[in-house]
């Protein structure tokens, strides 16, 4: 099984960036698709962003849209997440997840096979 780890988060002022990337042992994401999600206590975890293994392309929910980027670093094998004019909202646990299956990404937890324990990002004045 793949073992993804997250990495990046932290506390940001309104209005600031932060870069989360999300990798896996001993290996590169090239080929699989890889969402993020996250995730705030008492609340279901929230499909933001995905890039499909078969032609890269993207998805992005409303919250996040023109505000977060997802994207491939094809020299580290790995996926990040790009996240601008961040918001309070914004705070939550991130989690990277992957899956080698489906022919698209999707803002399905279910969809997905393998996920990484988790990055805290906070946005707060």
């Known amino acids: 099984q793949v073992q993804l780890v997250e990495s990046g988060g932290g506390s940001v002022r309104p209005g600031g960036s932060l870069r989360l990337s999300c990798g896996a042992s001993g290996f590169s994401l090239d080929d699989y698709s890889v969402g993020w999600f996250r995730q705030v206590p008492g609340k279901a975890r929230e499909g933001i962003a995905c890039?499909?293994?078969?032609?890269?392309?993207?998805y992005y929910a409303d919250s996040v849209k023109r505000r977060f980027f997802i994207s491939r670093d094809k020299s580290k094998g790995t996926v990040t997440l790009q996240m601008n004019s961040l918001k309070p909202d914004d705070t939550a646990v991130y989690y990277c997840?992957?899956?080698?299956?489906?022919?698209?990404?999707?803002?399905?937890?279910?969809?997905?096979?393998?996920w990484g324990r988790g990055t805290q990002v906070t946005v707060s004045s």
């Open positions: 997840a992957e899956d080698k299956q489906y022919y698209r990404c999707y803002d399905d937890e279910t969809m997905y096979t393998s």
């Open positions: 890039i499909s293994r078969t032609d890269e392309s993207t």
